[in-house]
């Protein structure tokens, strides 16, 4: 069973930086599509960011893109995502997902999910 457990999370001021990081517990690391959500109150989970199993292709939604960073070790099985220049619209919990095959953005194609990690961006 793979697990996922993020960190990295708190809280930061506008204009601020981040990164979140997710180990996980699979020999197969490598195999999976990795992806960042985030859930703010009262609103639904939406994807963030996802990096390739294959060849390490990245995809971002619009939001995010030209601030935030994916990347992979498959050494350390550990995805990452670098959060620069952030606001406060970004506050949410952010949590990591995993998935065989190709990169997609809708939640339901992952199935393995991390708890959680909460970030809060001040004005």
């Known amino acids: 069973q793979v697990q996922l457990v993020e960190s990295g999370g708190g809280l930061v001021q506008a204009g601020g930086s981040l990164r979140l990081s997710c180990a996980a517990s699979?020999?197969?690391?490598?195999?999976?599509?990795m992806g960042w959500f985030r859930q703010a109150p009262g609103k639904e989970r939406e994807f963030v960011a996802a990096?390739?199993?294959?060849?390490?292709?990245?995809y971002y939604t619009d939001f995010v893109k030209g601030r935030f960073t994916i990347s992979r070790d498959n050494v350390k099985n550990t995805v990452y995502l670098q959060m620069n220049n952030l606001k406060p619209e970004d506050t949410a919990r952010y949590y990591c997902?995993?998935?065989?095959?190709?990169?997609?953005?809708?939640?339901?194609?992952?199935?393995?999910w991390g708890q959680g990690t909460q970030v809060t961006v001040s004005s």
């Open positions: 997902a995993a998935k065989l095959g190709p990169i997609v953005r809708t939640t339901d194609w992952y199935k393995i």
């Open positions: 699979v020999r197969t690391f490598s195999s999976y599509t």
């Open positions: 990096i390739s199993w294959s060849d390490g292709s990245t």
